[in-house]
């Protein structure tokens, strides 16, 4: 069965440093993966988006890469703020034709600290 | 900005009522959907709806729930007779494309606490 995974636990960083967390998954082909950023009791928050055929995307300090080969994704924040501090999900969407539904991750939570 | 809005933002009900979730989601938007989390637990994917149909869903969405776009603004998910593992958060989105294309625009969820 398919499989999304994020680091469990949660990563403590300095602020001004750059925050990465993993995503790996198996079992699964997607075309795209997504970075959403959830707060605590709050619905989730589009971040970027990758397609299968890109290797990096970037939005302001923001990066993501996608290895297709690896099945991994990694998200980078750079110049972390405690603003920053959230929990990041990854989601996987699959190809034309095989459906609408994004699969979430469990989330990784982020905490920048002064 | 325009958003995803729902209602209500928390609900309590007893084992075996129904319950009707509310959302708008963003006008031009073409695909609806419903996810739900449970507390500490993955967003899961309940049913995408387009075009006045169901076009997915997922094992959770079973005879107990229903969708409906009943005015062309709102969205609503209905649960028939509620159980106590359907306490989680029930959250609507939107999008203009498919979910793979763009990005999806979520509501700030309804808490469904079921008792």
């Known amino acids: 069965s398919q499989k999304i995974e994020q680091n469990s636990e949660a990563l403590n960083i300095q602020e001004g440093k750059t925050a990465t967390l993993t995503c790996n998954y198996t079992?699964?082909?997607?075309?795209?993966l997504q970075w959403y950023r959830q707060d605590p009791g709050r619905g989730p928050v589009f971040l970027l988006l990758?397609?299968?055929?890109?290797k990096e995307k970037r939005k302001e300090r923001l990066k993501v890469t996608f290895d297709t080969t690896l099945k991994q994704s990694l998200f980078h924040i750079t110049a972390s703020q405690p603003a920053d501090s959230a929990t990041y999900l990854c989601a996987l969407a699959p190809r034309a034709g095989g459906g609408n539904k994004l699969t979430f991750g469990t989330g990784t939570q982020l905490k920048v600290e002064l | 900005e325009p958003e995803v809005t729902q209602t209500p933002s928390h609900q309590v009900t007893q084992m075996g009522q129904e319950v009707i979730l509310r959302c708008v989601p963003i006008s031009n938007h073409l695909y609806f959907y419903w996810y739900r989390q449970i507390l500490g637990q993955k967003v899961e994917f309940l049913v995408s709806?387009?075009?006045?149909?169901?076009?997915?869903k997922s094992e959770i969405f079973d005879d107990q729930f229903s969708v409906e776009r009943p005015d062309g603004s709102n969205f609503t998910l209905k649960i028939r007779s509620t159980k106590l593992e359907d306490s989680a958060m029930y959250f609507c989105?939107?999008?203009?494309?498919?979910?793979?294309?763009?990005?999806?625009?979520f509501g700030e969820g309804s808490r469904l606490t079921v008792l």
């Open positions: 709806f387009y075009n006045n149909e169901i076009s997915e």
């Open positions: 079992n699964y082909s997607p075309a795209y």
């Open positions: 989105a939107s999008s203009l494309g498919t979910s793979g294309t763009g990005e999806l625009f």
């Open positions: 990758i397609r299968e055929n890109e």
